[in-house]
């Protein structure tokens, strides 16, 4: 764990499940972030900062936060975390949902503030807890329960990583219905480790693949993200930070002909504040590039407009295209839209970093 320096540092946040608990014999050998280790190769090093006991919740003397891992975790230069807590928040002395969900949000907060050395904060994956199970007199082994698992964090996690837009790894369906897996019902043996760490592996594996640094990228998002966040930290006025957003878009990106917000107002996308040639005032939800990343509440990357059946050309310049929802508490309230007269502008990259940018407007466009 000492080696911070090399490319794709994977840093693994969690409890005991990361930690290795139920191989701690053989850890170096079995525990799931070990294995993943010698599945990655040369590609990443991979570094556990799972801690026995942890949960997420907020104000629990055993939450991850106030553990101090976070902060080292946080201060490793992690190109991507896998974060996964759940299963001791269950315990019946701790769970309280609305505590869990504020203690996930803190953590996952912290991950996408960090910046470090790059443009970019880490690549966050959220990990659906393992299955649980109840090996004598239907008891689950230290009071975890599988119901509030199963009913609750689970629903929590995904519910978290659509509002914030973030890849769920799957570990629940992947160790369902092997009980096979685990030491006592709880943390898994090598068998179990082994698996989860091919579930990551074929989850991260695509991201892995991704070039960090496309060479036409030139936008400086760091720039980009820290005016952002100066200029709309202080100012209580939705409208006027939407402006300066669209103004500094427009400064900061290159080969741009439109950047600018659609909001939704009686059920349709209306005009917001923007930069460029003045623009279609109405888009109804489900039609053009706008209305479809609002109907399939996702990011639309668009490499050619022409070939996007119903896109809606405002300027005749623009050939390609990204908009990205804009969220409050995991509502979409409006879009980002920003055009290109380029094909092929938008890289997976810009659409990363806008992603960001959108979850750092909802914090700073509704300040309480
Ligand atoms: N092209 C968008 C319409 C808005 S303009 O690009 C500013 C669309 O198809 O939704």
Redesign the pocket.
Known sequence: MSNYTRKNIIACMGDSITFGHGVSATRERDAWTFVLQRMLGDRAEVLNFGINGASASEGCPESYRASGLLDEALGCGADACILMLGTNDTKERIWNAQAYKMGMRGIISDVLRQTGSGTQPPKLFLMLPPAVFSMEYGQTAYGVSAEILTEQVIPIVEKLAKDYCLPVIDLYTATKGHPEYYLEGVHPNAAGNLAIAKKVYADIIEWLKTPKEGPKNMTDYKSLTMSVKAVTAECPHFIANLANTAALIWEYMDDIN?A?F?LIQDGK?V?GP?Q?KM??TE?EIG??????AVAQEKTQLVPN?HE?S??????SA?NS?I?VPLRKDGKIFGVL?I?SPSLQRFTEEDKDHLEYLAGLLELNLFKE
Do not use: Q
């Not at 039609?287 to 479809?292: K, N, P």
């Not at 119903?310 to 300027?315: E, F, K, S, T, V």
């Open positions: 439109w600018g659609y996308l005009l923007f460029g623009a279609c888009i039609s053009g590039v706008c209305g479809t407009v996007f119903g896109h809606i050309a405002c300027d623009s295209e908009v839209d055009d």
